[in-house]
């Protein structure tokens, strides 16, 4: 049984003693003592540690702060759904921050491969995705370039990314423009619970087989995007449409819709795929700059993740 403790009010999303304080309230409700902690992976967004209770037992602590605050209800659900997942065991919430405590499932034993790829994909995809997850469907794909220009302008208007980035602003534009046709197919199986960070790290390999991780940003939207980010943003490898297919391939194997191989938007199913989402990052790579994370220290580096993949949205999607 999940424990869920209820707490009212603002906390200052990242502040140690609130994540303490949190942690505290959710060992009292599965009636465990304070655990010593030790960090694994840390965020400007979220954390991960390990927590170790008196006489031995492990879990893992994760918190967040917004918008990755619904993890725990995905959790719950994927696991309701008979998804190999964590177990989440329990969780807290103040407005801005999440805190769960998780099963510990140890270290991995090795790499994911594709094929774990493809199994955890096409297990996912045939799992009926929660009502309250978000809707990637055709018009908000499509929606994808004007948000991304809503969140330049925001930047603009603040004195920031107005220094050479008329590029991205020309790109983004030429998205916009071909965005209604280029998203057509968009409804085409693989579509339903999507993972959307489906990326290697987030599959762990133990005893117990495969787990899917980090369920924090899951929407209902085309399962193609998961096969794309499963090789990941790279600035220093360009998309690669052969390992694409070919994934799809293990995919379908592993029980996938064989309608993955389909056209969209005029193009082929690895091309789509990686185009839209290389937008789809991007429009959240500007959303973090203004919104999220707001720190023009780092906008150097932001300019030119967006500046990288923009140009290989474009040739991708044929814009």
Request: charged letters at 20%.
């Amino acid at each position: 049984m999940t424990a869920t403790a209820s707490h009212p009010g603002e906390a200052s999303p990242m502040d140690p003693a609130a994540v303490t304080a949190l942690l505290r309230d959710v060992s009292a409700s599965l009636h465990l003592q304070e655990p010593d902690r030790t960090p694994m992976r840390v965020w400007s967004m979220s954390g991960v540690e390990r927590l170790t209770y008196p006489g031995g037992a492990t879990a893992v602590l994760k918190y967040a702060r917004g918008p990755f605050t619904h993890e725990d209800r995905n959790l719950r659900a994927a696991d309701l759904a008979g998804l190999p997942v964590p177990r989440l065991l329990g969780s807290a919430q103040r407005e801005g921050l999440l805190v769960m405590v998780i099963e510990d499932l140890g270290d991995p034993q090795g790499e994911p491969t594709d094929s774990d790829a493809a199994a955890a994909a096409a297990e996912l995809h045939a799992t009926p995705p929660p009502s309250a997850l978000p809707v990637l469907d055709q018009q908000a794909l499509a929606d994808l370039p004007s948000r991304a220009v809503y969140h330049l302008r925001q930047l603009h208007a603040a004195g920031r990314w107005t220094l050479d980035t008329e590029d991205i602003t020309d790109r983004l534009r030429a998205l916009e423009r071909a965005a209604a046709i280029r998203s057509t197919g968009a409804l085409i199986a693989p579509f339903g619970w999507t993972h959307s960070e489906f990326h290697p790290s987030n599959v762990h390999v133990g005893p117990r087989g495969w787990h899917l991780l980090d369920l924090a940003r899951c929407f209902n939207g085309p399962g193609l995007l998961d096969l794309a980010s499963w090789q990941g943003l790279s600035l220093r490898h360009p998309p690669d449409r052969e390992r694409l297919c070919a994934l799809i391939e293990h995919y379908i194997a592993a029980g996938g819709a064989s309608s993955a191989r389909k056209d969209r938007g005029g193009l082929p199913p690895e091309a789509w795929a990686l185009g839209w989402h290389r937008v789809w990052a991007v429009e959240w790579f500007l959303e973090q700059a203004h919104r999220w994370i707001n720190d023009p220290a780092r906008d150097a580096g932001s300019i030119q993740v967006v500046r990288h993949h923009l140009e290989a949205a474009v040739g991708l999607l044929n814009v």
